[in-house]
């Protein structure tokens, strides 16, 4: 059975940090490419971050690109999302999703299993 359970989220000010877990069950993460989205209210679900299979790519969005960093402990089985200097308008839920094709890609229609999501709210 698998599962990706994001935790993480919360209420932080502007220019805070969070850092977001996924927690894969059921998936290889040598196999699997792990992505993560978020989506504001009224707005489309849009990519934030990517991480292959392979280690090899990451991709950053580019409005979170210096900021945000994603990385991966096999050992756990989880995949993070640090995000620091948090702003407004990064306010949304974010959730994590696997892909079997997509390597370190951004759009939401490549990736197949999804999680439940976690909230993070930015103050200003």
């Known amino acids: 059975q698998w599962q990706l359970a994001e935790s993480g989220g919360g209420l932080v000010q502007t220019g805070g940090s969070l850092r977001l877990s996924c927690a894969v069950s059921?998936?290889?993460?040598?196999?699997?490419?792990i992505g993560w989205f978020r989506q504001a209210p009224g707005k489309e679900r849009e990519g934030v971050s990517g991480f292959s299979s392979s280690a090899a790519c990451t991709s950053y969005a580019d409005s979170v690109k210096g900021r945000f960093s994603i990385s991966r402990d096999n050992a756990e089985n989880t995949v993070f999302l640090q995000m620091n200097n948090l702003k407004p308008e990064d306010s949304a839920v974010y959730y994590c999703?696997?892909?079997?094709?997509?390597?370190?890609?951004?759009?939401?229609?490549?990736?197949?299993?999804w999680g439940q999501g976690t909230s993070v709210t930015v103050s200003s």
């Open positions: 999703a696997a892909s079997y094709s997509s390597e370190c890609g951004l759009w939401a229609t490549d990736y197949d299993y």
């Open positions: 059921g998936f290889n993460l040598d196999i699997y490419n």
